[in-house]
């Protein structure tokens, strides 16, 4: 199979499934999910192939010493629409393929996480599919246009599925999430139409425009343009909002998918298109962000401490995780960049792990306040240890993903010799502390003291739940203990990019 | 051979790692005996193999270095994460004297522990939970020792952390336990985050994490320029090496964040044994030495060690008189004689006035600390062993229901009885070689206040373990004590554990002459002065004879006299002169009720209200735009009809 075929298979499948999907009758809930499951397998498979096939070409083709273009793979073009030359233009670097694997690894968990869903599970089934294939085409895109395509259909379709299938206040907060991120996406528009007209080039391909340098007073008006759209995406202060009551409302599958996969675009969007095509933007406004995303982390650590609902928990702990993402980007060193990619993987694993495991133990105690459990580690061995090694991983333990990361992150910002830089460091660094505060709470109240007597009764986790809680513990683990593979592919896609940014 | 054999020594982690692996995943029910032998095995091996590796090391390195020194050897060294094209990770062992001091502690503490365990936490339903955790600890502990570089240390310096965490809250349906490890764990982050920035500074301004290059004079000679932060001029030497003992003192529990340390009794006591006594608490101590060299070259920083060893040392030593619970006495007996190795370090900068020898190092302050490290992991574990064996006959914690327990508990009585006599500093026993030189060191280096405060905390140690001691052992049982026996799975770790008690005295030349810190020079030659061992005898004899004018022969009236003349200054010390209290205060109320709170309250009514808002000025607005265009004709002739009007008027 060659790698532009499988590219396009791989956001291909979703769609197909999605489709497959259709004929079922209605009440047939078990050959949906089966359908799912299986569309969802096949592109693990497809996606890890993808992977060790990169990691030989990408061995094979180093990234030249001081290169200043993203080095893509398997890239492939044909035209499509010839009236604005938009192309449908594929190829992918490390940090799209890691961003892949995270995806396929999260779907597939995600499926399996909803087995329980049987309210007009074809349509949910249907959505979630489609949602997926958004993701990844943009992942596959590089011409901007098809990408804020699938972003589009990516973003859209949690519209539904939260108004539809979530809980509590679902109506107020798809309303609140789809509203903020579409408002997102209108800058993300306007900003990718400025880039396109501005060139000249008469093109929306990513590396034609890259090559093509923005005049200093246009990047200084649409750097923040960009930057602040995708930031909704990825819960900048003070767009952050829509994050926990969407999280909240949000059933289990796409809260992982939107916490793990989604947020993601955000930072992957701020790096690809904003820091990338604009760099001299980057610079301008760099130290404007990083007070912004400074406060993200504290922000969002110190606002998990007083929540009672284990999901607005994690919600404002993903607002303070993703914050790390982009306060890797603002680094702007080369560690940093790098720490910021890997906390995107990291965060995703971990935080996907984080509401499959609320949603399991929601679906058990009926609550998801805190004060009111306790004790679960009597009754639920298996999850609760799992949720306990969830939380360390979020607080950055060594041995698991997000120390990794978080690692990358500071050595990153710290390497930023500016006093701004450094100031931003010391506090981030501090926040691990307020992370360990919240984490523990909610860890104790959870898992530890006496149980009470309405739980003594509950099960541990089935079978076919311990196998997604399982694959991201492995994820989990593997990216902590052995972080060298991820890091030297990252370290590959990075260099360009940094390059191009110190020109 | 010899490099065979080094080559191999990851297997003093690996087996550890392996147990706590397959016992941790491994469904091996009920028969806990099988568990237990299985840890005990992996535990030995790694332990034989760890003396093994310290063997070659003494044998095989002996006499390649110059003089007496033993030079370092990078047995293990491989890249573990990237940072920077200049800047990655390596994960190795590192072996040198004190590392190889700390293996074979480690690990035949560890082994005992292991041991023990098997009676004490017999017919436990978590029996199997236990283990594992003791072998994370084991793994974490010996990774931390070895460590060649300091991000490694980082990383076992947090998984010791976490199993510590894990294991203090081993008992989770306790309420006390789980807060007690949830304290532990986020003191020792709050020094962490310290630790990290330290990190960050000296590794970015020497380019490397690798001990060998941040001990170079080099380094130090880098790192030491002052910048100017908010119009203070900061050294960055001094800057960066408190930031890194930032990490210890946590970890340490040096005053004020040792307060974590008294509440961590509440795991079981095999885990005070080898977590809180014997080996995670002296990682601080570690620390400082592993990074002694750079930190040898900021006065300051030596000169802040030295204070807050001396008071933790004073202070903990004043606080354990008081108190009624066996283990707490113990921990805050751990907290003074931690203090003492913390001092010790410090007290290795001789003082300038001495005028010839300005700023020059007494080594004899860091091969000190680490024979202390050494003879007090060995006499503070079997005490806490044997506080295990007391606990689990007489099932209580308190001293006063105790009592009369000589002969009810023989074995137990007389290995005690050496264990105190060594933490009391009595003449022939470990305890008295490494606390004399200790106060050897500081006297030598002209620190006389920090030298009258260890001589006195002597005293109060010998005063507070006799305490401890009548009050347990002697007069007659002020309880009712039913079955109480002898378990030999526990009382044979015991046993063992007093030969090091006893004779690690042998061992004072060697720590002397080799254990010494790299690339230092050897500093001048110190008398000897032949009044001090009489002097520090002195002060143990008179703390041990008051302890038995108050409390021999199991009496407390007298006691009970003297705490009522002192009836504030006493309750000021039992509660441990409030400190847990300001913690308290300064999570509670500041960070929670004057930072946590009002960021909740903002970003639910200011940040997300603005939001709300934006909706809902954008619903008004369409509203207003739909009367305008809501298809009524009269409406829009209404509206027409005003406007000519208005442009009628206004023209």
Redesign the interface.
């Known amino acids: 199979m060659n790698g532009p075929f499988l590219l396009t298979m791989i956001w291909v499948v979703p769609f197909i499934t999605a489709l497959a999907c259709l004929p079922v009758r209605v009440d047939d809930h078990q050959r949906i999910k089966m359908i799912s499951l299986i569309g969802n397998l096949i592109n693990l498979l497809l996606v890890t192939i993808l992977t060790c096939k990169f990691i030989t070409v990408s061995a094979a083709q180093p990234v030249a010493d001081g290169a200043v273009a993203s080095l893509f793979h398997f890239t492939y073009k044909v035209g499509w629409l010839k009236m604005m030359n938009i192309e449908y233009n594929i190829g992918v670097d490390a940090i799209s393929v890691l961003m892949m694997l995270l995806t396929a690894i999260v779907i597939f968990c995600g499926v399996l996480a909803s087995w329980n869903v049987n309210n007009q599970a074809k349509e949910f089934f249907v959505l979630l599919n489609v949602l997926v294939a958004g993701v990844y085409g943009v992942f596959v895109s590089i011409d901007l246009f098809t990408f804020f395509l699938f972003y589009e259909i990516a973003v859209l379709p949690m519209y539904l599925l939260i108004g539809l299938w979530g809980t509590g206040r679902k109506e107020y907060a798809s309303m609140k999430l789809t509203l903020m991120l579409v408002a997102g996406s209108a800058f993300i528009l306007a900003g990718i139409l400025a880039l396109y007209f501005e060139s000249g080039l008469n093109s929306f391909d990513l590396q034609t425009l890259s090559q093509h340098h923005f005049s200093d007073s246009f990047q200084y008006i649409f750097f923040p343009i960009i930057f602040l759209g995708f930031g909704v995406l990825g819960a900048i202060f003070p767009f952050h909002t829509w994050s926990p009551d969407g999280h909240a409302s949000a059933p289990t599958a796409v809260s992982m998918l939107h916490a793990g996969v989604l947020m993601k675009l955000g930072g992957y969007g701020c790096l690809r298109v904003g820091m990338y095509l604009m760099p001299e933007g980057a610079q301008m406004w760099m130290d404007f962000f990083l007070i912004l995303v400074t406060i993200n982390v504290l922000y969002g650590a110190f606002g998990a401490i007083r929540q009672t609902d284990l999901k607005y928990i994690t919600a404002y702990s993903s607002v303070s995780h993703c914050g790390l993402v982009l306060f890797g980007f603002t680094a702007m060193t080369f560690t940093g960049i790098k720490g910021g990619v890997l906390q995107m993987i990291s965060h995703g694993l971990m935080t996907a792990l984080f509401f499959c495991l609320i949603g399991m133990i929601y679906g058990r105690t009926h609550t998801r306040t805190v004060s009111e459990m306790g004790g679960l580690m009597k009754v639920m061995p298996f999850l609760s240890v799992a949720y306990v090694i969830v939380g360390l991983a979020g607080l950055g333990l060594p041995g698991l993903s997000g120390f990794v990361a978080e690692a990358n992150v500071f050595v990153g910002s710290f390497s930023n010799p500016g006093t701004l830089n450094r100031i931003c460091t010391v506090l981030a660094v501090l926040s691990i502390v307020v992370t360990a505060v919240y984490v523990l709470r909610a860890v104790n109240d959870l898992v530890n003291g006496p149980i009470k007597k309405q739980f003594a009764t509950l099960t541990d986790a089935s079978l076919l739940e311990k196998v997604p809680v399982t694959i991201l513990l492995i994820c989990l683990f593997g990216m902590g203990i052995l972080p060298g593979w991820i890091v030297e592919l990252v370290n590959n896609a990075v260099h360009p990019i940094f390059n191009n940014l110190m020109r | 051979m010899a490099d065979f054999i080094f080559f191999n020594s990851y297997l003093i982690l690996f087996c550890p790692l392996l147990s706590f692996v397959v016992i941790g995943l491994g469904h091996l029910r009920s028969d806990n005996t099988f568990v237990g032998k299985f840890a005990i095995t992996l535990s030995a091996l790694s332990c034989g193999y760890a003396l093994i590796t310290a063997l070659t090391y003494f044998i095989a390195v002996m006499g390649h270095g110059q003089g007496d020194v033993y030079p370092a050897k990078m047995a293990l060294d491989s890249?573990?994460?990237?940072?920077?094209?200049t800047?990655t990770?390596n994960m190795g062992i590192y072996l040198d004297p004190i590392s190889v001091m700390m293996l074979i502690v480690v690990s035949v503490i560890s082994l005992l522990v292991n041991i023990y365990s098997v009676g004490y936490m017999k017919g436990d339903p978590s029996f199997n939970r236990f283990f594992s955790l003791l072998a994370l600890f084991s793994f974490s502990m010996l990774g931390l020792v070895v460590s060649s570089n300091i991000?490694q240390m980082?990383?076992?310096w947090?998984?010791v952390g976490?199993s510590s965490y894990a294991l203090i809250?081993f008992w989770?349906?306790k309420?006390s336990a789980?807060?007690a490890?949830?304290k532990a764990?986020?003191m020792t982050?709050?020094a962490?985050?310290f630790f990290?920035?330290g990190i960050?500074?000296v590794?970015?301004q020497s380019g490397s994490f690798s001990f060998q290059i941040l001990n170079s004079p080099e380094t130090a000679a880098l790192l030491n320029k002052n910048f100017l932060f908010a119009g203070m001029s900061i050294n960055m030497l001094t800057l960066g090496t408190l930031l890194i003992f930032c990490g210890g003192w946590g970890k340490s529990a040096m005053f004020p964040l040792h307060v974590w340390l008294p509440d961590a009794m509440e795991g079981p006591t095999p885990v005070s044994s080898i977590i809180h006594s014997a080996t995670m608490v002296v990682a601080g101590v570690y620390l400082t030495a592993r990074m002694f060299p750079l930190f040898a070259a900021s006065e300051s920083t030596l000169f802040v060690i030295q204070c807050i060893g001396a008071f933790t040392a004073l202070f903990a030593a004043v606080i354990a008189i008081t108190q009624m619970d066996i283990k707490r006495i113990l921990a805050f007996s751990t907290l003074s004689q931690l203090g003492y190795m913390i001092f010790s370090l410090g007290a290795a900068k001789v003082c300038a006035e001495g005028g010839h020898h300005e700023s020059s190092i007494n080594i004899l302050g860091y091969s000190a600390a680490m024979y202390h490290v050494f003879t007090h992991a060995f006499f503070k574990c079997m005490l806490f062993l044997g506080a295990g064996a007391i606990i689990h006959a007489v099932h209580s914690n308190d001293i006063l229901k105790m009592g009369g327990l000589k002969s009810l508990m023989p074995k137990t009585y007389w290995s005690l009885l050496a264990a105190c006599l060594a933490i009391a500093g009595v003449f022939p026993l470990s305890g008295f070689w490494s606390k004399d030189a200790i106060l050897l060191a500081s006297l030598q280096s002209g620190h006389y206040i920090t030298f009258l405060v260890g001589l006195m905390t002597g005293a109060l140690t010998a005063f507070y373990m006799f305490r401890f001691f009548f009050l347990i052992f002697h007069g007659e049982a002020r309880s009712e004590l039913h079955d109480v026996h002898e378990d030999p799975w526990m009382t044979w770790p015991i046993i063992i554990l007093t030969i090091p008690t006893l004779f690690a005295g042998l061992l004072e030349h060697f720590f002397i002459i080799h254990v010494v810190p790299p690339q230092l020079d050897e500093a001048a030659h110190f008398v000897h002065p032949s009044w001090l061992p009489w002097i520090a005898t002195l002060a143990a004899v008179l703390g041990i004879g008051s302890a038995w004018l108050l409390y021999g022969k199991g009496k407390t009236e007298t006691a009970a006299r003297l705490k009522d003349m002192f009836g504030s200054v006493y309750t000021l010390v039992y509660n441990k002169f409030y400190v847990d209290e300001v913690w308290l205060f300064i999570?509670h109320k500041i960070?929670?009720n004057c930072?946590?709170?009002p960021?909740?309250w903002f970003?639910r009514k200011v940040?997300?209200g603005?939001?709300?808002l934006t909706?809902w000025l954008l619903q008004v607005g369409g509203k207003g735009i739909r009367f305008s265009q809501n298809g009524q004709l009269q409406f829009y002739l209404g509206v027409t009809l005003v406007g000519v009007f208005m442009f009628f008027f206004l023209g």
């Open positions: 890249a573990w994460l990237n940072f920077s094209p800047l990770a991000l980082f990383v076992f947090e998984l976490v809250g989770y349906e309420p789980v807060a490890s949830k764990f986020i982050r709050f962490d985050a990290l920035l960050l500074l590794s970015f999570t960070l929670f930072i946590a709170a960021i909740k970003d940040v997300d603005s939001m709300d909706g």
